[in-house]
């Protein structure tokens, strides 16, 4: 099949130096279906975005739109039927939107991914930068798709709710787990980076962007309810950049510092992330609202036991490989964590049930649904 594929956003995230829920999902498409498939990338954002991703993909991109160098968020309000993108449509039988960014093609059928429509039901979780252009993004997507893609049952449920669908013309195709999370890694190179970053007892894992909807306000309250004793043997490990609306988040973890509490670590480089995802006593993922969870069952895949919450798709995901918890309920939070450090067996069951729900959940069986999903719209 002569697939075009839309890379507007994974050329976004490279330039920030990371990849995201959105960029892990569209990269691991593309290594999946570039054996079997022709693929045609195309992006709607700066030169340099475009030449980073270029290099990245080690695959030449199309673009109509490299003389905007601007944010990609706004781009598709740019994306008119230029003679270039008509040249580009001949080329392709299908388009496939992972980011949701569609161009305007005028005779390609166009299958869309939408994790989730966060902005539109709860728009407190959702920055306020370049919303509109977002929101216009996800509507388009939405209404002008052939078929759309989610990740989900959850977030299916959301958008033929919201958006009045039909639900014939949405599919749930669960994420995968990059395989580089079952490595074990040597416990000597474990230790080094533990000690690298002062980490000198058994620690909690909280991973994901500072943001309100992340919910890290309240594991670290949570963590802070822990006997003395428990604080002074274990700590709270943070990984992830700071977002937006972390104001009194910053504080809290400034605090949290200066106790001995815990640590935030704003950027780890990948390797550091699977040896700590491996090493820590669990991981604390009791977010507020998820389209999917990709923590979750990347720590089923580091043999870690995980906390999550009992809200929108994670128990989903989870099933019962996992403690859940109350998002809301800053008590409901300490005390699994409590459960976790006095029971060794519970972690051990924890682990072997995780192992076990994660081989559902693999980038080989999402590939071959997208691909099969392909196939019946062209």
Known sequence: MRLGFGV???????????????????????????????LYPLSFSSPKQIEMCQGFLEHHIDSTATSYPIHSGISSLLNTPLGELREYEKSIELFFAPDHHIPFLRDTPVVATVMD?????????????????????FKRAVKSANHIITISEHSKQDIINHFEIDESRISTVPLGV???FFIRIDESKIESIKSKYGIDREFFLSVGTL?????????????????????ENSLLVIVGQDGWGSDELG???E????????IWLSYLPQDEVYALMQSARAIVYPSLY????????EGFASQTPIITSTTTSMPEVAGDA???VDPYSIEEISKAMERLLESDILARELVAKGLERVREYSWDISTQRHLEIFQEIV
Request: hydrophobic share 35%.
């Open 251 to 253: 504080l809290s973890i």
């Open 211 to 231: 943001q309100p909807r992340k919910n890290i306000l309240r594991t670290i309250e949570a963590f802070r309810r822990l006997s003395k004793s428990h604080r």
């Open 290 to 297: 998820e389209g999917f969870g990709l923590p979750i069952i």
């Open 322 to 324: 996992a403690i859940l």
């Open 117 to 137: 429509i966060i902005p539109f039901i709860h728009p407190e979780w959702a920055s306020g930068r370049l919303r509109g252009v977002k929101n216009f993004a």
């Open 178 to 180: 990059d395989s580089r």
């Open 8 to 38: 507007t956003f994974l050329s976004d995230r490279i330039e920030h130096g990371r990849l995201d829920g959105i960029g892990v999902y569209t990269k691991s498409l593309w290594d999946g279906l570039k054996g079997s498939e022709t």
């Open 255 to 262: 605090r949290m510092r200066e106790d001995g509490d815990g």
